[in-house]
């Protein structure tokens, strides 16, 4: 099975602007979840998706927000791009039921200038 | 809230020697445990987990414990080698809540 995967891999933006990120998750995994990783902050829950509709959510502003869709690919959409949204946003897949077991994808390395 | 705490934050052993990571956690009603080692540049890797339905867990040189009364997790590493140089995160979850990772440890291998 193909792993999780993300693009873009980098991406360079500036401040006011805004990004999609894309997160393909394993192969009949229906939850994505999306993290932001940033040195001093370690790994930061942001929002869960399963079958299109969001199960969980992190302590985020608005600005930040996420979609899936029908085939569970997920998006995830930073509007007015600060420099604190600078990190590594990962994508995960589980797989829910008795053996549920997450999986990162490589990541997107966004910095905003 | 949730809240998972991982010490120490850096660890430094002698290749060969073994390496303890300890997590604790604050939801009782958490049941999963996995362990991620993430290396330069990649995402982090599943390693090893368990269940609250375990109290310990081994794949090779890798195990991880659990003490549910305590709140308590580690991860142990035998026989250390240089590839096991990474950060290290622990988390805890409950059914298809959130997993909540520590804050990570930065383990070094001593040549």
């Known amino acids: 099975k193909a792993g999780v995967t993300q693009t873009p891999r980098y991406l360079i933006k500036t401040r006011g602007q805004q990004v999609t990120l894309s997160c393909s998750p394993i192969s009949g995994h229906r939850s994505v979840s999306w993290y932001q990783q940033t040195p001093g902050q370690g790994l930061q829950f942001l929002f869960e998706?399963?079958?299109?509709?969001?199960?969980n959510k992190g302590n985020f502003p608005g600005r930040f927000s996420g979609r899936q869709f029908s085939n569970s690919r997920s998006e995830m959409n930073v509007s007015t791009l600060e420099l604190g949204d600078s990190a590594l946003y990962l994508c995960?897949?589980?797989?829910?039921?008795?053996?549920?077991?997450?999986?990162f994808g490589p990541g997107t390395r966004l910095t905003v200038l | 809230g949730e809240n998972v705490e991982q010490h120490p934050s850096t660890l430094s052993v002698q290749e060969g020697d073994s390496a303890v990571i300890k997590c604790t956690y604050s939801d009782s009603a958490s049941n999963y445990f996995p362990w991620y080692k993430q290396e330069l540049g990649k995402g982090p890797q599943l390693i090893i987990d368990?269940?609250?339905?375990?109290g310990e867990k081994k794949d090779q040189r890798i195990a991880v414990t659990l003490n549910k009364t305590a709140k308590h997790f580690s991860l142990h590493i035998t026989e250390t080698q240089p590839e096991d140089s990474a950060v290290y995160f622990c988390a805890a979850s409950r059914g298809d809540d959130k997993i909540i990772f520590g804050k990570g440890t930065r383990l070094h291998i001593l040549p």
């Open positions: 995960a897949s589980r797989s829910g039921g008795a053996e549920d077991t997450q999986y």
């Open positions: 368990i269940r609250s339905n375990v």
């Open positions: 998706y399963f079958s299109e509709t969001q199960r």
